[in-house]
């Protein structure tokens, strides 16, 4: 079944729609440091905004504990909210609060942090029951959630019916341009996976080789396929228990003709933050008392390479330290690489997408998503609890 989209609703005119969003943006100081999920969120609030009569968006924000903590408020994502949208928001301090129901023809509501509750994370009935009681319809456009069996995307969707219930415009957006990757994507398909760990990312690191061509590792995790090699790796970021994972990955790849591109040449320091040693060195000599930070400029170039002759490509993780100015080459290499790419290109994570908006092309990749496990679990093949409980 497909899911259900704004113009599937009916009786949307005037009506009272509680919105889910992932309004889980990067707050310092009471300040929102990126807005990019509030602005993802705008198109379908705009169009709410020209046929419902109430409007509540409610989200959760970190990693609250089940209770009021104000290091976890919304209320910093209200003023951009309304600047974004160039109408008034009233923030609302309490999800449950029971004046909601009260709220004037024209109002745009934001609730505070959803996970303020226990019963949001334990996809309680009674909780949904009361955050959807004063509301006719429900939109989720909140794909950064979307893998989460939680009370506001699960629970509360089945407590409405066909026609009462759709997926927003992000949520449609994210679902299309992620299902190119899925379904029978345009080969050669070139997938780049980095960050520090493999073992958060072995279940989409097996789904890839079922449609990739080619798999470039980056990152932490790469020292771990290095190891597995037979490389020393020095004092590098390992799991050890991920060897054999990584053994795996490589002779199933081998075994279907996929290219495993690792690093060939490395950055190393002494110190992450306070280095007296960078260099280059090769992948199979690195010091002892030395650790990997970055992908060295042969690897690198082997990489952008494999990405320009891509029709498509996924890259979720950095491929280095990013962070730190020298040991961004790496990722700022991949970045442009995608950028450059005539195929489809495609970026998921945090990580990641701080990075492409750092080297300044976010406008030349086909699709930012706003999800980094969304997007893994959806490249996984997983069902997306959001998306299920929609199409029910
Ligand atoms: C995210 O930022 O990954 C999403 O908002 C989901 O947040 P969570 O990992 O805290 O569930
Ligand atoms: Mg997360």
Redesign the pocket.
């Known amino acids: 079944m497909t899911t259900p989209a704004l113009a599937d609703l009916d009786g949307v005119e005037g009506a009272r729609v509680l919105t889910r969003l992932?309004l889980?943006v990067p707050i310092d100081d009471g300040r929102v440091q990126d807005d990019t999920?509030i602005v993802a969120a705008i198109p379908t609030l705009n169009w709410l905004g020209e046929r419902a009569s109430v409007i509540a968006a409610c989200s959760?924000l970190?990693?609250a504990k089940g209770s009021p903590d104000p290091a976890y408020s919304l209320a910093p994502v209200a003023p951009v909210l309304a600047e974004a949208l160039g109408r008034p928001v009233r923030f609302v301090d309490d999800c449950l609060d029971p004046g909601i129901a009260d709220a004037e023809p024209g109002t745009l509501l934001l609730l505070e942090n959803l996970?303020f509750y226990p019963g949001e994370k334990a996809n309680d009935e009674a909780f949904a029951a009361r955050l959807t009681a004063s509301f006719s319809h429900y939109v989720n456009d909140?794909f950064?959630?979307a893998?989460?069996d939680?009370a506001s995307v699960s629970a509360a969707p089945r407590r409405f019916g066909r026609g009462k219930k759709a997926a927003g415009f992000l949520m449609a957006a994210e679902v299309s341009a992620l299902s190119r990757l899925v379904r029978d994507p345009e080969q050669p398909f070139v997938a780049v996976v980095g960050g520090a760990k493999i073992s958060t990312k072995t279940a989409p690191l097996e789904a890839l080789l079922d449609r990739v061509r080619t798999l470039l590792i980056g990152g932490g995790m790469a020292n771990t396929f290095l190891k597995a090699l037979g490389h020393e790796i020095g004092r590098s970021l390992v799991e050890d228990e991920m060897l054999s994972t990584a053994r795996d990955v490589m002779d199933t790849a081998a075994d279907r003709s996929i290219d495993v591109l690792i690093p060939t040449d490395v950055v190393v320091t002494d110190a992450i933050d306070a280095p007296s040693i960078v260099e280059v060195v090769a992948a199979d000599a690195i010091p002892p008392d030395l650790m990997v930070v970055d992908l060295g400029p042969e690897s690198h170039q082997r990489f952008a390479a494999a990405i320009g002759g891509a029709r498509t490509v996924f890259w979720n993780g950095p491929m280095g330290v990013f962070e730190i100015e020298a040991f961004s080459r790496g990722t700022m290499a991949i970045a442009t690489a995608m950028a450059d790419c005539p195929g489809f290109t495609v970026v998921g994570g945090?990580e990641s997408v701080l990075a492409i908006r750092r080297a300044g092309v976010v406008d030349r990749i086909d699709h930012v998503s706003t999800?980094?496990?969304?997007s893994l679990a959806f490249l996984t093949g997983d069902e997306l609890p959001a998306l299920a409980a929609l199409e029910e």
Do not use: F, S, V
Not at 371 to 374: L, R, Y
């Open positions: 992932d889980n999920r959760h970190g990693k996970r909140a950064g959630t893998h989460r939680h945090g999800g980094g496990g969304a």
